[in-house]
Nanobody, 124 residues
Framework: QVTLVESGGGLVQAGGSLRLSCAPSERSFSARTWAWFRQAPGKEREFVAAIRSGGYTYYADSVKGRFTISRDNAKITTYLQMSSLEPEETAVYYC??????????????????WGQGTQVTVSS
């Protein structure tokens, strides 16, 4: 069973930056869409960003202009570069992958593969 392995979380001050990484446990794994979601305590998991085959990217309105999702196909790694972080963005960030149709890109229940999550804490 393929799993996704995230790294890069941690503690950062408000206004700071972090870069998250996600790679599959098997190099042969492929998926049409890679995404990041986050879940804060007491809240539902929410879509953050996604990248589809061909490099098309999609973002939640709340992160547009501050977050960048990218993919290095040679390293089979997906990244989420986060800048200007705010305390309310403290959450567990999850990597997800799957062959998701375009209209369902932001829906968490359409992704078949997930990472264990990485904690991002933004202090004020």
């Amino acid at each position: 069973q393929v799993t996704l392995v995230e790294s890069g979380g941690g503690l950062v001050q408000a206004g700071g930056s972090l870069r998250l990484s996600c790679a599959p446990s098997e190099r042969s794994f492929s998926a049409r869409t890679w995404a990041w979601f986050r879940q804060a305590p007491g809240k539902e998991r929410e879509f953050v960003a996604a990248i589809r085959s061909g490099g098309y990217t999609y973002y939640a309105d709340s992160v547009k202009g501050r977050f960048t999702i990218s993919r290095d196909n040679a390293k089979i790694t997906t990244y989420l570069q986060m800048s200007s972080l705010e305390p309310e963005e403290t959450a567990v960030y999850y990597c997800a992958a799957g062959n998701v149709i375009l209209s369902e890109t932001s829906r968490s229940n359409t992704y078949n593969y997930w990472g264990q999550g990485t904690q991002v804490t933004v202090s004020s």
